[in-house]
């Protein structure tokens, strides 16, 4: 590559056309532009006159300079300019390209990406062959040709674990395989792994090693651990450096089920220090919804922990001593403790021996005395096995003898028989409060309020170990809640009820911390060996090196102790792990991991990874060209004045790039929703039958003008709607005649009917068939009434009864004929425990308007009039027909009430009533 | 088969313009007529004009009895002088006449054929015959002469610059000659002195386009007329603009030297202009004449 004046070029020689430029312009400038004919009448005038000069108009100056750039950019660009030319001296021979390939470079990634693209472009152009080797994949490598590694680029990616021991043997393994000499190139996540000086002595043996490794500092976060009621996060960086702030982003569902931040806490790494702390004290609602951690602007695995079951709702079994006071649940001894737990646990139902086998996290003995045998045992199996027992005393733990002469195993003390009162009515002392906590209590640092008193509690006797088991007292000494272990668990106990009886203690928002505090305590269940012995966990979701989670798919199972020893690697990857109910998630970082800083000896360069790319500009000036030779063509036709028919293509052109926005409503649509809402327009449903909508139009046009006449509503000319195309929600009613052919409706057709239902929309179903068939599936229409009314989402229908709104709405009527007198007309049926009271003409029926009526009186026929107001079909015979048919209006006009104005004349019926009140 | 139906297609769309040109004069001609009646003066017609005081001379039977019984003088009823002059038109037919030098302008011929009609029109409802120059109009009253006109007009020449017809004129009759005379000067020189001979006076109006006045030609090019009977080729464009111009300020010089020998007047009109300015000074420059 030649450079010039900084910029290289691929093919030098091509530059030589840049002599011709000035030929160019002597030739554009001798040959005159093609003269344009016109069409002048004037002419006559014109004849005669002699041009000044035999020269033509010549080719402005700027116009042949912008043809000149133009000339110009196309012979540089050519000549294959580069940006930025890479000017390292390259070496020669075979070149190898070590990556560490870990989480810890997985945030920069891609620029190792372009570094080692921009690597095997300098290979590619020094002729040199390449091979890969990733440490944490290690594959045998083999040399080809640079181009060929390019394409496979983005197929790299890093893995959530540092090179293991056995993948530096096998990478040793590999390196051991190839012949010759060769340079490596080792692009290094700068954390510190074992064995890395054995790959490193292992290249340097075959050539020079360039070091190449990034100054962005590697952050990890730590599990999150649990104490005292607060998250504590740690993060952890490689290298010590100047004091830096970074955010932890607690993720996890809303309850909308989106993932989303719930919490982020800033952390502050001391300067010189490696690690950062923060605690996040978060509502347990909260907490329990966290599912990962993850720092800020990192994207690698090692700166996620994914949280498992300790943040999940705790299960707590209550059980009371008598739970026969039915009704009376204030005076439940469980009814503070269900309020306090009820928002952040769930709750086990059943006896003691039923909830067991659930393995809760809490069980809660609230004045629970006499134990059985069996239900004994089981419990201190549970207890040792982890659990939390929190007992509450009561009078009948009073009067019983448990713990009396030895310590009970589920007791932490031994009590003295009868307890105590103080300060009731027959005492001499007065209530006692509490005594602020001490130091190594659970409820340290909780405030004690002064209106929490105790008025009787059950004593504890003195014991050598009473001190160590009081982690609250009262303030004159004597304990208020003592606590023991036993195996892996804890045996609380409360010396006094859990309801208002003997303390006002459950009254107060401390019993509410107290509890928080304890039942953490509870959750925290830590890992141990004995409890994973033997068991195997599946891994659901796994992380990638960049923290991503993905479906596991086939991984297999994991053995419990495999899992606590927590080697991360290629057979052991972090995510999430599941055995039975339990949970467990196995993050890239453990409690105790140290991260260090690579370090290479002095001989090795190291060289930063921020590199600037080589950047090609032929194409660019190509481009440039390309773009001075159009601004040419719009020149030239402006100057010859034809630029008319370029301004044409310019628009037509313009018309195609510029695709206008096809979301805008069309203009159908819009005139159809103006049409449909300038005034109230009834609609009848389009069959496809031609004359069935004509009459149902003429129908729906007889019945407008009637309202028109006899009412306020005053309907314009009505719609069809087609079900398939139109928007329905404009129309208070729809009239939908039944043909036996017509074509059952789409299921987003579907969709809006059931919405235009729901959002007080009426259908008026007529299968036109009364005067031959009785409602049901007996006719064609009934049929197909049945079919297409199938998917819609209609409520049980019954006869209009007697006293339905529709029958008083405008007029009062008593039946509803159309063409036809015949069948009864359907509607959604009444409330059942509507009841008709005692001297009111109508039930209370203040429902909503019924979404479909259902009949076959062929209504539109008897509505039918034509353009003069005629009326359009013959019903019945003589004056009879007559008053037919206007009884057919009046059941249109009453529908259309009703539609409109819903059941209010239902409401009128409590006049008499509201009347009656008054004092009328 | 063919021909007869190309016959056809071609008539209906002959026929299909004369409608909107005769709507449009009448419309154009309805804005001028407002309020603008008559000869106003007293004489021969059936308008009422004044009620003047008898005099000496006048004989008993022109006494108005019904105004003079209001009183003791005695009142002659006079009328409006309404009297029919002949007038002639010739509207340039010539190709050079398909021009517009843009297409939101109207050809000349467009606009020099509804100016034509839209007079034809005004002076036919003010009572007078209006007919063609030469012989295939002779002028004749009534609506229907105004059709015959439309017709005529109609048709489209294909040769450049017809000179004005100046045969069968009828003496002292008046004449309107519009066309935007680029043509040889000596045939308008010649039709108008013939037109003086015979006692005819008249109004020359000029339709030019706008770009003819402005000549905004730049660069090679070649001029060619509408017929392409006539065609000048330049280098530059842009230098003849100003000869053009002098040339063209000759043209009307002589056009105005020529309408100041025969009593004539002269108008200019451009196809850029509201053409009822143009009706409005071609009816006063006919109106003023008459009087």
Not at chain 2, 9 to 37: F, K
């Amino acid at each position: 590559m030649t450079v010039l004046a900084g910029i290289g070029f691929t093919a030098p020689w091509v530059l030589l056309g840049l002599l011709t430029l000035p030929i160019l312009w002597l030739i554009l400038r001798a040959v005159p532009p093609a003269p344009i004919r016109r069409l002048f009448p004037a002419v006559t005038l014109l004849l005669g006159l002699k041009d000044d000069e035999s020269v033509s108009d010549r080719t402005p100056w700027w116009l042949m300079l912008l043809r000149m750039l133009a000339a110009a950019a196309i012979i540089i660009g050519l000549a294959g300019p580069v940006l930025n030319p890479s000017r390292d001296e390259t070496g020669t021979g075979p070149l190898l390209l070590v990556l560490d390939a870990s989480w810890a470079g997985a945030t920069r990634w891609s620029s190792t990406l372009d570094q080692i693209d921009v690597q095997l472009s300098e290979a590619g152009r020094a002729g040199r062959t390449v091979a890969i080797l990733r440490l944490t994949e290690p594959e045998t490598p083999v040399f080809q040709a640079a181009e060929a590694w390019r394409g496979r680029l983005p197929g790299l990616t890093p893995t959530p674990w540092q090179p293991t021991e056995t993948q530096i043997d096998q990478a040793l393994a590999a390196l051991d395989q190839l012949d010759g000499g060769f340079d490596t190139h080792w692009f290094s996540d700068r954390v510190a792994y074992g064995g890395h000086d054995r790959i490193l002595a292992a290249v340097q043996a075959r050539g020079a090693v360039t070091v190449y490794q990034s100054k962005a500092p590697v952050v990890a976060i730590l599990p999150a651990a649990y104490q005292d009621g607060v998250i504590q996060l740690t993060a952890q960086r490689a290298v010590p450096g100047p004091a830096d702030r970074i955010t932890v982003l607690a993720q996890g569902r809303d309850p909308a089920g989106a993932m989303r931040v719930l919490q982020s806490a800033e952390m502050e790494f001391p300067g010189g220090e490696t690690l950062a702390q923060v605690n996040l004290a978060l509502p347990s609602e909260l907490r329990a919804r966290i599912t990962r951690f993850e720092i800020q602007g990192q994207r690698s695995a090692g700166a996620v922990t994914l949280t498992d079951d300790s943040l999940r709702r705790r299960e707590v079994a209550l059980i009371a001593g008598a739970l026969n006071r039915e009704g009376l649940e204030l005076l439940s001894p469980l009814h503070y403790l269900t309020q306090v737990l009820k928002p952040t646990a769930d709750f086990v139902e059943g006896g003691l021996l039923e909830v067991l086998p659930a393995n809760p996290d809490v069980i809660v003995l609230a004045d629970v005395a006499k134990l059985s045998d069996g239900e004994q045992a089981a419990l201190v199996e549970w207890v040792e096995q982890g659990g939390l027992l929190l007992r509450f005393a009561g009078p009948r733990m009073a009067a019983s003898d448990m713990g009396r002469d030895a310590e009970d195993t589920l007791l932490p003390v031994r009590l003295r028989s009868g307890g105590r009162s103080v300060g009731g009515a027959m005492s001499w002392g007065e209530a006692k409060g509490l005594a602020p906590f001490p130091e190594n209590s659970p409820f340290y640092g909780l405030q004690v309020p002064d209106d929490v008193t105790v008025t009787t509690q059950v004593m504890a006797q003195p014991d050598p170990n009473l001190a160590d088991r009081v982690i609250a007292s009262l303030s004159d000494g004597t304990p208020l809640v003592t606590r023991k272990a036993l195996g892996l668990g804890q045996v609380v106990l409360f010396h006094v009820t859990a309801d208002a009886e003997w303390s006002s203690l459950p009254l107060s928002g401390l019993f509410v911390e107290m509890l928080d505090r304890l039942a953490v305590a509870s959750a925290a269940k830590s890992r141990q060996e004995a409890q994973l012995q033997g068991t195997t966990w599946e891994p659901i979701q796994v992380m990638d090196g960049f923290g991503t989670l993905s479906d596991a798919g086939n991984l297999g199972g994991v053995e419990g102790t495999e899992l606590l020893a927590g080697a991360i690697g290629p057979d052991l990857q972090p995510g999430l792990y599941e055995s039975g109910k339990q949970k467990l998630a196995l993050n890239v970082l453990s409690e105790d991991t140290v991260l260090n800083p690579l370090t290479w000896p002095s001989d090795v360069p190291i060289k930063g990874q921020e590199v600037t790319n080589e950047k090609p500009i032929g194409g660019m000036l190509l481009s440039l060209a390309l773009l001075l030779l159009t601004v040419d063509v719009i020149a030239s036709l402006a100057l010859s004045g034809r630029l008319g028919l370029a301004k044409a293509a310019a628009v037509a052109l313009g018309a195609v790039l510029l695709v206008p926005d096809v979301q805008a409503q069309t203009p159908e649509e819009t005139e159809f929703a103006l049409n449909a809402t300038q005034e109230l327009v009834l609609a009848h449903v389009l069959t496809g039958n031609a004359q069935v909508d004509d009459v149902a139009r003429a129908g729906m046009r007889g019945l407008s003008q009637t309202l028109f006449y006899r009412t306020s509503v005053e309907p314009i000319e009505p719609i069809g709607v087609d079900l398939e195309r139109d928007e329905l929600a404009f129309f208070p009613l729809l009239y939908w005649p039944i043909t036996p052919d017509q074509p059952q409706p789409s299921v987003e057709a579907y969709a809006k009917l059931n919405a235009y239902l729901r959002s007080g929309g009426m259908i008026l179903f007529d299968t036109r068939d009364a005067d031959v068939a009785r409602f049901g599936a007996a006719s064609p229409n009934g049929r197909k009434l049945q079919q297409l009314a199938g998917p819609l989402n209609i409520p049980s229908l019954e006869p209009v009864p007697r006293d339905h709104v529709l029958t008083r709405a405008f007029y009062l009527l008593q039946d509803f004929p159309g063409r036809y007198a015949g069948t009864e007309v359907w509607v959604e049926a009444a409330p059942l425990d509507a009841e008709q009271i005692e001297g009111m003409p109508f039930r209370n029926l203040n429902d909503n308007v019924t979404p479909v009526v259902i009949g076959g009186n062929d209504w539109a026929s008897a509505w039918a009039v034509d353009r003069n107001g005629q009326a359009l079909l013959p019903v019945g015979r003589g004056y009879a027909g007559e008053r037919q048919r206007e009884l057919a209006n009046r059941f249109g006009v009453n529908l259309v009430m009703h539609v409109l104005t819903g059941n209010y004349k239902s409401d009128q019926v409590h006049v008499p009533a509201l009347l009656d009140r008054l004092g009328q | 088969m063919n021909a007869a139906l190309t016959l056809r297609e071609r008539s209906e769309a002959e026929a299909s313009r004369l409608p909107p040109l005769l709507a449009r004069a009448e419309h154009l001609a309805g804005t001028v007529l407002l309020g603008d009646h008559g000869r106003r003066r007293s004489g021969l017609g059936d308008d009422f004009w004044q009620y003047r005081p008898a005099q000496i001379g006048d004989s008993r039977r022109m006494i108005d009895h019904r105004r003079s019984a209001r009183g003791d003088q005695q009142f002659v009823r006079e009328r409006e002088w309404q009297i029919a002059q002949s007038v002639m038109l010739w509207v340039d037919q010539g190709a050079s006449m398909q021009f517009a030098s843009d297409k939101s302008l109207p050809t000349k011929a467009d606009r020099a054929r509804l100016l034509g009609l839209s007079t034809a029109i005004l002076l036919v409802r003010g009572g007078e015959r209006v007919g063609l120059t030469g012989t295939t109009l002779p002028p004749r009253r009534g609506n229907a002469q105004v059709i015959r006109l439309a017709q005529a007009w109609s048709e489209d020449s294909d040769t450049d610059y017809t000179p004005p017809e100046h045969r069968a004129m009828i003496p002292h009759a008046r004449a309107v000659f519009i066309s935007d005379f680029l043509g040889p000067l000596d045939e308008v020189e010649l039709a108008l002195t013939k037109a003086a001979d015979r006692g005819v006076r008249g109004v020359l109006l000029q339709v030019l386009d706008p770009g003819e006045e402005t000549f905004p030609y730049r660069g090679r090019t070649i001029f060619e007329s509408v017929g392409g009977s006539v065609r000048h080729e330049t280098l530059k464009a842009g230098d003849l603009r100003d000869r053009y111009l002098e040339r063209l300020a000759k043209r009307k010089d002589a056009l105005t030297q020529l309408c100041r020998a025969t009593g004539w007047q002269l108008g200019l009109h451009h196809t850029g202009d509201s053409a009822q300015a143009a009706l409005l000074w071609l009816y006063r420059a006919l109106d003023g004449g008459t009087r």
